[in-house]
């Protein structure tokens, strides 16, 4: 039989490893994520998040082990088969990628508009008035007021810019997105309004996402399961809940326990 | 008819590497099962591992041996070994568990978090919130609070908030953690009343409940959890 798509896995790492000289990045990491599936990837600075991250989503090679995603005809493909055009048309169509730096994201010089709609005419839109409409309507969902469409991100707050890298990233309805730490570095009250918008539009548009995050309220918020690294490895992984009420690994433990409460 | 929960030997210890690796023990030999339309009160003292056996339940605890099956039709999952999808899968489908004390969101009103797992469901937002809003009436939430976050409520607002959100989807098993604990008399006689008409439905329901009252009312079946713990 063969088996719908909802049990194939949309990405799919084995035995992953990168070495950046003698020191390890990460080393043997593997896992599937499903259509709808929230994985974040939480560990303390150095852990190799970051290293896996970008191992995911093509923009490093691995030393060994292999990354797969099923692209829109069904087929599961090994990225680094890929051509360096069909990593290219993926990031622009199917995946997201927000950064922790949203002016690493976002054309700074460019209007807000100009930043949303320009996803949009790299996946062949044409037409001014409908870019226009759709970009009004992507930040009035990430809650950017109407009359600073025109305005450069430059001129935006850190929450807006956020905000703003995540309407560019969402526009093109991509199937997966990953996240770099996507609250760090903003405000408590800034932080909670960005995580309870990605909160309803993971979930109300069903979207895969990746997320590396050092916040394990960040973690428990945003994803159904969680992978916990440290030195560059995987230790412990499972649903998210589970690993954060029943941590099992002494380093989880100590993650779990060394939180303050508010 | 199978039942709809089943419990065979399930155990459970945590190890506290902080502490030198401490090992806990919890429960062990959980033997029990929930049919269709029951109601099954887990009873013991204080630390006697009840809350843990729910938690075990809705897979929020691991098991360290065991087995918990939730049977639906023919198709059976054992919680204890399943993976984290098939976990996620119960949830969204079957189990609903109402915890001692709600977890709020920032921003999110009260109604919303009551709508919840149900409004993600597409065009059935709307339907979502009238059964949030008259669940809400009847837990006695005064509408002027239904678009606050309820972060800032009261024990008991909040509780009744986690209750209404708890029992709004329709799930053929619900775990009940505590559910009238800080509820004034009126309030544990509608929760009382929403229970029973669950079991017409014919729910499957575990319950933690320390309120001799409410267990009379509740439980089809009592289950002392005292020896699962001595045998840990």
């Known amino acids: 039989m063969n088996p719908t798509p909802d049990e194939t896995p949309l990405l799919e790492a084995q035995g992953l490893t990168k070495w950046y000289g003698r020191q390890l990045g990460c080393r043997d990491i593997g896992f599937a994520l499903y259509e709808g599936e929230v994985l974040a990837i939480v560990g303390e600075s150095g852990s190799g998040k970051t290293t896996l991250l970008q191992l995911l989503s093509g923009q490093l090679d691995p030393d060994a082990g292999s990354v797969r995603y099923r692209t829109r005809d069904g087929v599961l493909r090994d990225l680094a088969a890929m051509s360096e055009a069909e990593r290219r048309f993926l990031f622009r169509t199917d995946w997201g990628y927000v950064h922790q730096d949203p002016t690493l994201g976002l054309r700074m010089a460019v209007s807000a508009g100009g930043n949303v709609g320009e996803r949009l005419m790299a996946v062949g839109w044409r037409h001014y008035g409908r870019i226009r409409g759709a970009a009004a309507e992507w930040l009035d969902r990430v809650e950017i007021a109407q009359d600073r469409i025109d305005d450069p991100p430059r001129t935006y707050s850190g929450g807006m810019r956020q905000r703003l890298q995540i309407a560019r990233n969402l526009v093109t309805q991509p199937r997966l997105v990953f996240m770099d730490e996507p609250t760090g570095g903003l405000d408590a009250s800034v932080q909670a309004r960005l995580l309870d918008l990605l909160r309803g539009l993971v979930e109300e548009l069903a979207l895969a996402a990746v997320i590396v995050t050092h916040d394990l309220a960040v973690a428990r918020l945003l994803s159904h399961r969680i992978m916990v690294m440290k030195d560059g490895e995987v230790i412990e992984s499972g649903l998210t809940d589970q690993v954060l009420d029943d941590p099992h690994a002494p380093y989880t433990q100590l993650l779990v326990s060394s939180i303050l409460p508010a | ?232």
Request: net charge neutral; charged share 25%.
């Open chain 2, 1 to 232: 008819m199978p039942p709809v929960l089943e419990l065979r030997a399930a155990q459970k210890s945590f190890t506290m590497h902080l502490q030198g690796g401490l090992r806990l023990p919890v429960v062990a030999g959980v033997d029990f099962s929930v049919a269709a339309g029951q109601c099954v009160v887990l009873a013991g003292p204080s630390g006697a591992g009840k809350s843990s056996i729910l938690k075990m339940i809705f897979g929020n605890y691991r098991c360290d041996g065991g087995q918990i099956l939730v049977h639906q039709g023919e198709a059976v999952t054992d919680v204890a070994s399943a993976e984290p999808r098939q976990i996620l899968a119960l949830r969204r489908r079957l189990m609903g568990y109402v915890s001692q004390f709600l977890r709020a969101v920032p921003r999110v009103p009260a109604l919303d978090v009551v709508a919840g797992a149900l409004a993600i469901e597409r065009g059935a937002r709307e339907e979502a919130r009238r059964g949030a809003a008259e669940l809400l009436t009847r837990l006695h939430i005064p509408q002027r609070l239904w678009d606050v976050p309820p972060i800032t409520f009261s024990g008991g607002e909040q509780q009744r908030v986690n209750i209404a959100r708890g029992f709004l989807p329709e799930r053929p098993l619900l775990l009940l953690d505590e559910p009238t604990a800080s509820l004034d008399a009126e309030n544990r006689a509608t929760v009382i009343e929403l229970i029973a008409e669950k079991k017409r439905h014919g729910t499957a329901i575990v319950a933690i409940a320390h309120d001799e009252d409410v267990r009379d009312a509740i439980a089809d079946c009592v289950v002392d959890v005292t020896r699962f713990a001595k045998a840990a």
